[in-house]
């Protein structure tokens, strides 16, 4: 073989071996989702009501696990299905958010990235289109981890993030459902949001309480091993005097370490700061060597239950364990690994 010949060849063997090593990714990629937890009971919801979440769920999933497909990071998918849960009126997030006592829709959101434990996180926007991509800039143009109220939509402005009319996240159902609260609890009725649309009747599409949840989060584990975690809701219905809840909260209802696991949590949200909820159970993985299953299942049914609390949460780990557990009757939540089915569930009976 004459010089030349062997130079291409080794250059030609060089180039096949880097395109195999290209092609060959070294993760499988996954992704979990929920929709809230709640009093979320088969007898008291309907078929169409249920098709409605399912098709949500679905839709949701299938949009995050066509981002990590194709090879995006675990933060572009947790931002791409929030997104879509953030303008979808059945999620307490985002448009179809619950109301404050005041009659305001005041969001929060979080995101973390495993990787390098960036984190992001807003409480109380009003004027932010999507509190996710705004938790997401805290943490990529901002030397900052947490921003609220006005501010928080400032800079969301000034970093080029749409903004919307407060009017934007008003749904009828949610404010019916606020009314109906406040006049049980004996409170003020606040006036109808400026630039909410005339009333219209609505169906109940929810059993009662179960408005009370609704927030909605993604764990996700890219191709390049890396996990992260992000929620977003607008809270707990009736809220008062600024009220932020475990959600916008980082080691609450939010939280992602490549050493460990990606959290994201619902439930009755001041349990879930005080027992530091989603850092819990990734130190019970770290520190004790738990499974994933084990240390969801560990902080859900023993140290939120011995508290009263109520709620769930969905779990990932770099090697690929996914997990979810509550206490609540229902959960609305999905999840699908690389190469298997996309599973798709809402009861306690469901796996
Ligand atoms: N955890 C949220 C909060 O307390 C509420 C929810 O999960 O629905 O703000």
Redesign the pocket.
């Known amino acids: 073989m004459g010089t030349i010949c062997k130079l291409l060849s080794g250059v030609m063997m060089a180039t096949s071996l880097a395109a195999a090593t290209a092609q060959q990714p070294a993760h499988h990629w996954a992704i979990v989702i929920h929709g809230?937890?709640g009093v979320i009971e088969r007898a008291s919801m309907s078929p169409e009501t249920e098709a409605a979440y399912r098709a949500s769920l679905n839709e949701a999933a299938q949009a995050g696990a066509k981002v990590l497909d194709q090879g995006g990071t675990s933060l572009d998918a947790i931002e791409a299905v929030i997104k879509i849960f953030e303008d979808d009126p059945l999620f307490?997030a985002g448009r179809g958010a619950v109301f404050t006592a005041e009659g305001k829709n005041e969001l929060?959101a979080a995101i973390m990235d495993g990787s390098n434990l960036k984190a992001g996180a807003v409480a109380g926007v009003t004027r932010t289109h999507h509190p996710i991509s705004l938790a997401r800039a805290v943490m990529e143009k901002s030397p900052h981890v947490m921003l609220i109220g006005a501010g928080a939509d400032t800079f969301a402005a000034q970093a080029g993030l749409e903004q919307v009319d407060p009017s934007y996240f008003f749904t009828e159902r949610r404010w019916q459902s606020l009314v109906k609260q406040l006049k049980k609890d004996g409170l003020p009725i606040p006036a109808r949001p400026a630039g909410a649309p005339a009333p219209v009747p609505v169906a109940e599409i929810e059993p009662p309480n179960a408005h009370?949840?609704?927030?909605v989060g993604v764990v996700a584990l890219d191709r390049a091993g890396n996990i992260a975690a992000g929620t977003s809701?607008g809270?707990?219905q009736g809220k008062r005097w600024g009220r932020v809840?475990?959600?916008p909260i980082i080691g609450a209802?939010t939280y992602a370490s490549n050493q460990s696991c990606a959290v994201s949590?619902?439930?009755?949200?001041?349990y879930?700061i005080r027992l530091t909820v989603a850092r819990e159970v990734c130190a019970l993985v770290e520190y004790k060597g738990l499974t994933l299953q084990q240390a969801a299942d560990q902080v859900i049914h023993k140290q939120l239950e011995a508290l009263h609390g109520d709620?769930g949460l969905i779990a990932i780990a770099p090697d690929g364990q996914l997990a979810w557990s509550f206490n609540t009757p229902g959960m609305y939540r999905a999840r699908q690994a690389e190469g298997g089915k996309l599973q798709i569930s809402i009861y306690n009976d469901e796996p």
């Not at 949590?265 to 001041?270: F, Q």
């Open positions: 809230g937890a307490n929060d009370k949840f609704g927030t809701t809270g707990t809840g475990d959600s209802g949590a619902t439930g009755t949200g001041e879930f709620g």
